[in-house]
């Protein structure tokens, strides 16, 4: 999706829309895992060996990754530019507007089997699991639970029906 020109009102309820967006589409991983323990959370393997690194840019990744799946874009709500998403079926990526870069803001997966970092948790496993591996120190958005590292790197697992939906790791962005 592409806007131009929206007004003050109009490019409100876009930017309520692409969060909404952001924070409720599917996402997947093939291989999705972080590196390391759960403290170095910020660098999601995909396809089994590609590294994708937050708050870096997204250009290398993208490319040798190749066309993806489903491509969307949208006014960025906070930067000047385009909010990309890249969906490769199995995991999304999605950055945000740096000047002339786009930065990987968020890894989603969603695909069964795939580990959340330093532990066996996966889509599919309950709540319970979740609170027993991560603990009760939890930002809740919505049905996102957010577990924050710093002050601006988290993972999260979406939540329904007492069950992993999808689950990723993102950074908090400020301009």
Same mark, same amino acid.
């Given at each position: ?7 003050g009102k ?24 972080? =590196?390391?323990? %759960? ?9 089994g060996n590609? #590294?994708? #690194?937050?708050? %870096? ?5 993208? #490319?040798?990754?190749? #066309? ?7 006014? =960025? ?8 998403? /890249? ?7 999605? +950055?945000?507007?740096?000047?002339? *870069? ?15 970092? &330093?532990?066996?948790? +996966? ?9 027993? !591996? /991560? &603990?009760?120190?939890? +930002?809740? !958005?919505?049905?996102? /639970?957010? /577990? ?19 689950? &990723?790791?993102?950074i908090d962005?400020? *301009?």
């Open positions: 999706m592409i806007f131009k020109g929206e007004s109009m490019k409100r309820i876009i930017c309520v829309l692409c969060v909404m967006m952001m924070c409720l589409t599917g996402c997947g991983g093939e291989n999705g895992s972080s =590196s390391g323990n %759960k403290n170095d959370a910020f660098k999601a393997v995909v396809k590609i #590294e994708i #690194e937050l708050g %870096k840019s997204a250009a290398k990744v993208i #490319e040798t990754l190749g #066309e993806p799946d489903k491509y969307e874009e949208a006014a =960025s709500c906070y930067f000047d530019g385009m909010d990309k998403v /890249y969906n490769y079926g199995s995991f999304e990526i999605r +950055t945000y507007p740096d000047g002339d *870069n786009d930065m990987v803001q968020d890894v989603c997966i969603m695909k069964p089997g795939d580990k959340a970092a &330093g532990s066996d948790i +996966t889509v599919g496993s309950s709540l319970d699991d979740v609170l027993s !591996v /991560y &603990g009760d120190k939890y +930002t809740l !958005v919505g049905k996102m /639970y957010k /577990y924050y590292y710093d002050e601006v790197k988290y993972t999260y697992f979406f939540i329904m029906d007492d069950a992993v939906k999808y689950f &990723g790791y993102g962005v400020k *301009n």
